[in-house]
């Protein structure tokens, strides 16, 4: 079984040099407290120097009606220190009014001196493509040097990537079996569509990893499958975004580890299929999914 591992990982990493574990990409939705006190916002200016670090900004499940001067002064010393910053944007899945999504897009843009915009509550159904398609377009139409990060937080059609520069391809905590970490299924499948595109295309937002092991595990699985941009945290629902990790330190040196690059192709399809029996046959039988029949 241990050489069967080896072989494995030589499949993997066959052909591939070493890269970052990833960026971080960070939901911080906590508030930028002024001085003396001090938020997660500072720590993320601390550590943009040396980290390459997109941080969401939502000041009110949105931009909000009028300038915040705390979000402005936060904004721009991470911003400074080598951060980017995106506004968050809700769709409600498509069927959030295209003028409504169109105005909080103007009045960030107007409020904030933004990289990009996270575009949450992306649908995964070929049928709100254009609805997307058309926000998509305003935003580069706004100011093409804008990053859009869409956050399905599932697999979707290869087609998405059509409307986002980044996709989150998952979104949750790393027990949620129907869609595990990585835009993988339980059984460690990859997309395959996903090999054929940069790492900086996808991206995985965890959540209820509560040991420091546990969390270092998962940032060595983005590499290899092939996921560019990842923020993994020890808090939990309901709001498993308003606070950074206690092992967030730990986290940093992490991602600062080089990691072998991804396989492509039908490399990577063997070793990860090879890894997903190795992982059944390692499980007890409880643990395993049960069987469906059509």
Do not use: C
Request: hydrophobic fraction near 45%; avoid cysteine; aromatic fraction near 10%.
């Amino acid at each position: 079984m241990k050489k069967l591992a080896a072989t494995t990982g030589a499949l993997l990493a066959l052909g591939a040099g070493a890269v970052s574990a990833g960026q971080l990409l960070i939901p911080a939705y906590f508030y930028p407290h002024a001085a003396p006190a001090t938020s997660g916002w500072d720590w993320l200016t601390a550590a943009a120097s040396t980290t390459p670090i997109t941080a969401i900004v939502n000041p009110s499940n949105g931009p909000g009606t009028a300038h915040n001067p705390d979000y402005t002064t936060a904004i721009d010393a991470f911003r400074r220190a080598g951060g980017r910053v995106i506004g968050y944007l809700h769709s409600g899945y498509g069927t959030r009014s295209p003028d409504a999504l169109r105005a909080d897009i103007d009045q960030y843009a107007q409020l904030y001196a933004l990289d990009g915009f996270f575009v949450d509550e992306m649908s995964e159904h070929l049928a709100e493509l254009d609805y997307y398609r058309d926000a998509y377009a305003y935003i580069k139409q706004l100011n093409p040097g804008y990053s859009v990060f869409g956050n399905p937080g599932t697999h979707v059609p290869e087609a998405y990537l059509e409307v986002a520069d980044t996709l989150v391809m998952f979104e949750g905590p790393p027990t949620a079996r129907s869609n595990m970490p990585f835009g993988y299924d339980v059984y460690g499948s990859p997309a395959q569509w996903m090999l054929d595109h940069p790492a900086d295309r996808f991206g995985a937002l965890i959540y209820g990893v509560s040991t420091e092991a546990d969390m270092q595990a998962l940032v060595l699985q983005a590499a290899p499958r092939n996921t560019g941009h990842l923020f993994i945290t020890d808090d939990d629902l309901p709001n498993p975004w308003d606070t950074l990790p206690a092992y967030w330190q730990a986290e940093l040196a992490a991602l600062a580890t080089p990691v072998p690059a991804p396989a492509t192709g039908w490399l990577a399809m063997l070793g990860l299929g090879v890894m997903a029996l190795l992982r059944r046959r390692n499980q007890p039988a409880s643990a395993r999914p049960a069987a469906t029949t059509a």
